[in-house]
């Protein structure tokens, strides 16, 4: 018993069938995450290293160089390049495709540690980086307020930034731009010079004064105390009270020689929000985050803050999940009209209401029964996934219009009755929609096997196209039939229905289509009696689009 014949005489088992795999599928687009691409992770890491006041010659040749020696060891690297400049070193370093990233940076980290001493001894540890899409900030707020620079970045600091760091699927809060508090001592040199004090002297004793030591413990009975000896700094006036000198005429203060002032730290980086002074907090979601869901519960929490603390205003800048919610929505727009063209081009041609209604079903069907297949692939929902939902929504129709077509021909012509003219027709067709879906997949299914970022971005498309051409000639072998063998009446003579305004369109639909019918016939009786000029007109078409190649620009991705 093939597939036809069970799906049209077990309708109640196919119905259910059919129920659970919209089901499935439903539930499975609800728990779908929202990404605007694929997770694309290069194989490349970067290592940085600073070594403050080294000119580039010296960076080159005292840390670049030693670090790609090192680097050269690790297994998998296939290329190093590097940069040197003031007080900074970069190396980048580019893995075969199909390294664990993960892996190879623990390696680079663990060759570094073992050679970190042919480094020199005042440089900041080298850092290791790896790129990684989702790793950028989902969400940019930009902080402003009336409050002194220094208040606004501790209030941030310390009451902000947990609010929406412990928001769920927030991974990291940076605040840039921020004024951090700094205590500045500003010698003044003829002072030093009267005094007869080295610079030496002033630092060790400053260092000495604001230290915070272990002083010993205690032991009593099965008690044990834990004993230390605060003495750091509390404010400016014990700053300036440091003794740095004790001579026989009196003791040299700090504030004697130099200037305590309670300021902030150099800035590197300038914040300006709506034209005013302000912070920006940069938030990143964690890896399995949702990122439209993410944001959402971010723009919540802004709405709080503010509430909260009225004397800051915080805004959005940027906001990824707005940006993919738009892009994710202005695609399923295109799927859905697409989808729904398909229908009415197929109700035009068709002129049959219950006919299109059959095959109108198999593209919702199929549609929502490969959300289940990239649910359980692992897949998101993105501009790829998407894309190639969109791209497959005209090609589902194709297996199911063929096997209607030859159950309207077993029904009409030969007077089968619909339960028969079903399954004969579905049987007939069977073999060839199955090697027209396979040559289809066929086309796409190098995708798979690309290799680097446009392998990562259009293998899902290509699985989606697949999912959606398996489901929809699944459902052409099985649903189509059933509801052909219910949907269709017995051919009966009808009397003449009189005119209204469902037969005006039928007509008209009828005289438009047999218009094209005649035209397309003229044509091709025109072609085959002019067979030299049409292969000649051909390739001169096929060599002036060849012609315009040159002149059309190429782009890793279109502008957004």
Partial sequence: MNLPSFSVKRPIFTTMVTLILVILGTVSLSRLQIDMLPSIELP??????????????????????????????????????????????????????????????????????????????????????????????????????????????????????????????????????????????????????????????????????????????????????????????????????????????GTITLGQIAEVKDTFEKLTRIIRVNGGRGVRVAIRKQANANTVEV???????????????????????????????????????????????????LLFFLRNIRSTLVISLSIPISIVTTFALIFFGGFTLNLMTLGGLALGVGMMVDSSIVVLENIFRHHSENGEIPERASVEGAREVGPAIIASTITTLVVFLPLIFIRGVSGILFKEMAYVIIFALVCSLTLALSLVPMLASRLLSPKKKRPKEPINGTNRLTAAASSVFGGLEGAYLDMLRWVLNHRLFTAFGAAAMLGASLLLLRLIGSEYLPPS
Avoid: C
């Fill in 44 to 249: 490349t890491l970067t290592i940085r290293t600073n070594y403050e006041g080294a000119s580039p010659e010296v960076m080159e040749r005292l840390v670049t160089q030693i670090i790609e020696e090192i680097i050269a060891t690790v297994p998998g690297v296939e290329e190093i390049t590097s940069t040197s400049s003031e007080g900074r070193s970069t190396v980048r370093v580019s893995f075969a495709w199909g390294t664990d990233i993960d892996t190879a940076a623990i390696d680079v980290q663990g060759k570094l540690e073992d050679e970190i001493n042919e480094l020199p001894d005042d440089i900041v540890r080298p850092r290791i980086r790896k790129f990684d899409i989702a790793s950028f900030p989902v969400v940019l707020l930009g902080i402003s307020s009336n409050l002194d620079p220094v208040e606004l970045t501790e209030l941030i600091e310390v009451q902000i930034r947990y609010r929406f760091a412990r928001i769920p699927g927030v991974a990291q809060v940076d605040v840039w731009g921020g004024f951090h508090r700094e205590v500045r001592i500003e010698l003044d040199p003829d002072r030093i010079k009267a005094v007869g004090l080295p610079l030496d002297k002033v630092l060790t004793a400053i260092r000495d004064a604001n230290l915070d030591l272990p002083a010993g413990k205690i032991e009593q009975g099965r008690y044990e105390l834990m004993l230390r000896a605060p003495a750091e700094f509390n404010n400016l006036d014990q700053i300036r009270d440091t003794v740095i000198v004790q001579r026989e005429d």
């Fill in 295 to 345: 944001s959402k519960r971010i723009l919540s929490e802004i709405e709080a803050v503010n509430q909260a603390f009225p004397q800051i205003k915080v805004v959005p800048v940027i906001n990824q999940g707005n940006f993919i919610e738009r892009s994710i929505a202005n695609v399923g727009r295109s799927v859905l009209y697409g989808g729904g063209l398909a229908i009415i081009v």
